[in-house]
């Protein structure tokens, strides 16, 4: 089998010629390196693609930006009102002090603002397909609607909004929804075939299973089954602890799920989630690509992929990181490592 072809295998829940080994991403390598060669040949990599547009503002948005010392301050222009922002950079990180929306008035400034839709540019998209070939599968990075509070207000100031204005919170959400809907649709026309949803995880940490239930439930499954139309893959991101929405996942129709993080990362435990769900969406994970793949030695790698293969393995399942693109070449080579260990298991099931 080719790479695309054994994680294609894998997200239609059968059993590839072995588990698949997918890094999320080249990390920080240099593309062009012989590192990043060596990743895309002999492991099965999950390559992000953005495919461009402000899907939850559009084309008409007006905004202004300035550096005042480490901070670039952007002021929104609406009808209603200026909306500041400010990141900060350092050395080290980038990140934001302070977000547009700061309460229900802010918001009702937001979505004053005239909308025309963002149009799809998967350009890069289809050159990162080209390039790999058949020894990945790109995937078009995508946010859900759940996205567009959490990208304008912060953590506390949207579970406060949650609280306080729940209709205009989901007025929000369902008009980010509409105009995800759109987007996805125009893409899948352009030919985008598969697609990284990301976003359910400021439900799952920050509002709970009525807050998903509410705001990512109904979006997402409608979201899935307009890329299934069109015969996509929905491939679903969400960190943090997930056990007990490991069946809600399910009802959103979704083909695969990452990163399942085990203890003492998240809740997961792979065999649970296996008898559970394993027959509604490909499990995907759960070798942390820091604290496991970048750090350790590869005596205990092996030994914990090899449970975790055991766990979940052999159909249904993609053997990845936490999904964070951070790793180094450290980890490329530990990946790389991996793909002998999941050749043995294969080849000890075939007896």
């Given amino acids: 089998m080719t790479s695309r072809e054994r994680i294609l295998c894998a997200m239609e829940l059968k059993t590839p010629d072995r588990v698949p080994v997918s890094p999320f991403t080249l990390g920080r390598l240099n593309p062009e390196g012989e590192m990043a060669k060596r990743l895309i040949r002999e492991t099965d990599p999950l390559i992000d693609i953005g495919i461009g547009g402000n899907i939850f503002l559009g084309q008409l948005v007006q905004t202004e930006s300035h550096r005042d010392g480490n901070d670039?301050?952007?002021?929104?222009?609406?009808?209603?009102?200026?909306?500041?922002?400010?990141?900060?950079?350092?050395?080290?990180?980038?990140?934001?002090v302070e977000f547009p929306c700061k309460n229900g008035e802010d918001v009702e400034k937001l979505l004053s603002i005239p909308f025309k839709p963002a149009e799809p540019n998967p350009e890069g998209f289809f050159r990162w397909r080209e390039m790999i070939g058949q020894e990945g599968?790109?995937?078009?990075?995508?946010?859900?609607?759940?996205?567009?509070?959490?990208?304008?207000?912060?953590?506390?100031?949207?579970?406060?909004?949650?609280?306080?204005?729940?209709?205009?919170?989901?007025?929000?959400?369902?008009?980010?929804?509409?105009?995800?809907?759109?987007?996805?649709?125009?893409?899948?026309?352009?030919?985008?075939?598969?697609?990284r949803i990301i976003g359910g995880e400021y439900a799952t940490e920050q509002l709970g299973p009525k807050g998903f239930n509410a705001l990512v439930k109904p979006f997402d499954r409608d979201?899935?089954?307009?890329?299934?139309?069109?015969g996509g893959i929905a491939y679903y991101h969400n960190h943090g602890d997930v056990d007990r929405f490991l069946e809600d996942f399910a009802e959103l129709g979704i083909d695969a799920l990452d990163p399942l993080e085990i203890p003492p990362y998240g809740d997961v435990d792979l065999a649970d989630a296996k008898r559970r769900v394993g027959d509604k969406y490909c499990l995907v994970g759960p070798l942390d690509d820091m604290e496991v793949l970048e750090t350790k030695d590869f005596d205990y790698?092996?030994?914990?992929?090899?449970?975790?293969?055991?766990?979940?393995?052999?159909?249904?399942?993609?053997?990845?990181?936490?999904?964070?693109?951070?790793?180094t070449e450290?980890?490329?080579?530990?990946?790389?490592?991996?793909?002998?260990l999941s050749k043995r298991f294969s080849a000890e099931l075939k007896g």
């Fill in 330 to 340: 450290r980890a490329a080579e530990n990946f790389i490592r991996l793909v002998e």
């Fill in 72 to 96: 670039t301050i952007t002021v929104i222009h609406t009808p209603k009102g200026d909306l500041i922002s400010r990141y900060r950079r350092t050395e080290v990180t980038g990140y934001t």
């Fill in 137 to 195: 599968l790109v995937l078009a990075g995508l946010p859900d609607a759940i996205c567009f509070p959490a990208s304008y207000l912060s953590p506390q100031d949207m579970c406060l909004l949650w609280m306080d204005e729940p209709k205009l919170m989901l007025k929000m959400v369902e008009t980010a929804a509409e105009r995800v809907n759109e987007f996805v649709e125009k893409a899948c026309k352009l030919g985008v075939d598969a697609f």
């Fill in 223 to 230: 979201l899935c089954q307009i890329i299934h139309r069109y």
């Fill in 301 to 327: 790698i092996s030994e914990l992929a090899w449970q975790c293969l055991q766990a979940a393995g052999p159909d249904g399942y993609i053997l990845g990181g936490t999904a964070s693109g951070t790793y």
